[in-house]
């Protein structure tokens, strides 16, 4: 018996998994929406497969339209720290709603969610909130621009920093699933600007400031890379960053969409004790509604409108709504407890899929930092793009529907970090490593 369950809680065997109501409905949204999604990695595409489609999620669980249930270790892309619809975040939520939910003026709880964000995260003395990653991404873009009077950036390989053209560069995450090294759209022009360096070579870092003397306004990157699959920044590397940019007067961005409030409470530069000037947020801050922030330096902040000549604005930012989830989940946070508890579950499903998987003789590498892990199916370690591309990602899809079979969601890419919450059990963590066993072996 396997861990597929019906909305009886039925066990049934792998092969009995039925998605005729989510193949019927990926059938007709292919019709109506480019590819049948509205975001690209959830198509399936490079697992060999057809999407799940939801219906409901609670807890660490997700169910589909047929019925079937699945341990989830995507939590809507990372926003689920604290479990799906936690009963208190809903029920704030409910409060809330009774107000309206959108003012387009401003909301007191926008002062509280900031006050909570600037006490957390070492960098932030303001923050200006948006509604999405990518937002606060083009947004600090700009602001570093603005701020230094340069044009250039560097960013890494594999890094993701949403889909604005000067980023769409060596992008990782959906752009490497589909095999498109760039995207088709983006002016030559304003990719110039756009300087790439491999993940943890500080040197390559080195030789792009000194061939770009006073040209670049700053260095972005994910502390702890989570859209090329799971890779950790090597000793060093982030406090070597944080001299070369000292060095050469730009700016040093944390991209800290996926990593905030995630890996610690204060992001990966409270974990690694590297404060950056700028920092993106999103996803947990949000708990589950669409929100975006970045902040940093008061003198740089001061550069935005309509304190300063730096322009950006949104109808929706600091919504009610998105304000009231993130200060509950923020809340839910800060409980004593709360991240050893994360780290604790996702050590242990970490440490078992590799036990799993090396017992039977397959290449594996991973690692995990509180409630974020990967793995990849190579020998490692891996510290970069490339050699994260050496990963057998067609042995990932395959195990990928394995476990789907067996009632595990994972991530739909070979390169992209999972996510684990406050809600997964003990039994939830035993079930998984039982699939993940049954899976190899049945692969093998």
């Known amino acids: 018996m396997v861990y597929i369950s019906q909305l009886a809680s039925v066990p049934v065997t792998a092969s009995a998994l039925n998605t005729s109501r989510s193949q019927a409905i990926f059938g007709a949204a292919q019709t109506l929406m480019p590819g049948g999604v509205s975001s690209p990695v959830r198509a399936f595409r490079s697992v060999d497969g057809q999407p799940i489609v939801f219906d409901r999620v609670k807890g660490p669980y997700a169910w589909d339209v047929d019925g079937n249930r699945y341990i989830d270790y995507v939590g809507s892309w990372g926003p689920a720290i604290c479990g799906h619809a936690h009963p208190e975040v809903i029920a704030a939520l409910n409060e809330a709603l009774e107000n309206g939910t959108s003012f387009g003026a401003p909301c007191e709880l926008e002062n509280q969610l900031a006050e909570m964000v600037i006490a957390a995260v070492p960098s932030v003395e303001m923050v200006r909130f948006v509604n999405s990653g990518t937002e606060a991404c083009m947004a600090v873009l700009r602001l570093m621009r603005a701020f230094t009077g340069r044009d250039k950036v560097i960013k890494f390989e594999g890094c993701y920093h949403g889909h604005a053209d000067m980023f769409l560069v060596k992008a990782g995450s959906g752009v490497a699933t589909l095999g498109l090294p760039d995207s088709p759209g983006v002016p030559r022009s304003t990719t110039a600007n756009t300087l790439t360096a491999p993940y943890n070579d500080l040197e390559a870092v080195k030789e792009l400031f000194a061939e770009n003397p006073d040209a670049i306004s700053g260095v972005i990157l994910e502390p702890v890379v989570g859209n ?217």
């Open 228 to 444: 090329a699959g799971f890779i950790t920044p090597e000793p060093g590397f982030l406090e070597g960053l944080r001299e070369l940019t000292k060095e050469n007067g730009a700016l040093l961005v944390f991209d800290e969409v996926m990593t905030g409030f995630r890996i610690s409470y204060g992001g990966a530069q409270a974990k690694y004790g590297v404060t950056p000037d700028l920092t993106t947020m999103g996803k947990v801050i949000g708990g589950g509604l669409p929100v975006g922030a970045y902040g940093g330096r008061s003198d740089i902040m001061g550069m935005v409108a309509p304190a300063g000549p730096m322009y950006q604005a949104g109808t929706l930012s600091g919504n009610p709504l998105a304000m009231t989830a993130g200060i509950k989940t923020l809340e839910l946070l800060s409980q004593e407890g709360a991240y050893g508890k994360l780290e604790t579950t996702t050590t242990r499903l970490i440490s078992g899929i590799l036990e799993i998987a090396k017992e039977a003789g397959w290449p594996i590498t991973g690692s995990s930092i509180s409630g974020m892990f990967g793995f990849y199916l190579c020998n490692g370690p891996v510290r970069n793009f490339e050699e994260a591309k050496s990963a057998d990602t067609s042995r990932f899809g395959k195990l990928h529907r394995a476990m789907l079979e067996r009632g595990v969601y994972l991530a739909p890419s070979a390169f992209e970090a999972g996510f684990t919450s406050l809600a997964h059990s003990e039994t939830d963590i035993d079930a998984t490593l039982q699939a993940f066993r049954e899976s190899v072996a049945s692969l093998s």
